[in-house]
């Protein structure tokens, strides 16, 4: 099984950032009026106020930076005879097989990070399989030249199944 590209690191920890700032900040609102009145009862708002914001983001930083670590160490692929072969996640482990004969297209994506760190990303569209952000065979970082690599690789594949 191949890895990602390590540029994709970068991509779960942005990913991170949204994601954990996200909860963190709907906890926050829940614990505000707690907040707001021990703030109000000492008088000190300045410094209440900047060690709070401050620890808020060290430790956004710091659990986003072990999930960018836990899932790049955890994303496999392979393409062997009959399709492709997926293995993710850090909690929940979620295998996946794309056969060819489902194939339907191939994109290549190359987002303004991913164009920055030297990545694509590889989406394979299955015949049926909707309704979900990605795509069913979603690789989310190969270096450039790997991916368009691959793109032709079963393109081919699946046009000479096909005849």
């Known amino acids: ?21 996200f909860i963190g900040i709907f906890f926050g609102l829940w614990i505000l009026p707690f907040w707001l009145e021990s703030i109000f009862a000492n008088k000190s708002i300045g410094n209440v106020v ?26 496999f692929y392979e393409f062997t005879d009959e399709g492709l072969r997926l293995e993710r996640g850090i909690i929940w482990k979620r295998y996946s097989n794309v056969p060819y004969e489902r194939i339907q297209n191939v994109d290549v994506h190359r987002g303004i990070i991913a164009r920055i760190l030297g990545f694509s990303s590889l989406m394979i569209q299955t015949a049926g399989y909707s309704g979900q952000m ?30």
Do not use: C
């Not at 099984?1 to 994601?19: C, D, N, Q, T, V």
């Open 50 to 75: 900047l060690f709070s914001i401050l620890g808020y983001i060290v430790l956004i930083i710091i659990i986003s930076e072990i999930f960018a670590r836990m899932s790049y160490n955890r994303w």
């Open 1 to 21: 099984m191949e890895k990602l590209h390590p540029g994709a690191r970068w991509s779960f920890r942005i990913s991170g950032y949204f994601m954990f700032g």
């Open 134 to 163: 990605h795509a069913e065979g979603y690789i989310p970082a190969l270096e450039m030249h790997k991916a368009e690599k691959i793109r032709s690789f079963v393109m081919n594949k699946i046009t000479n199944r096909r005849r």
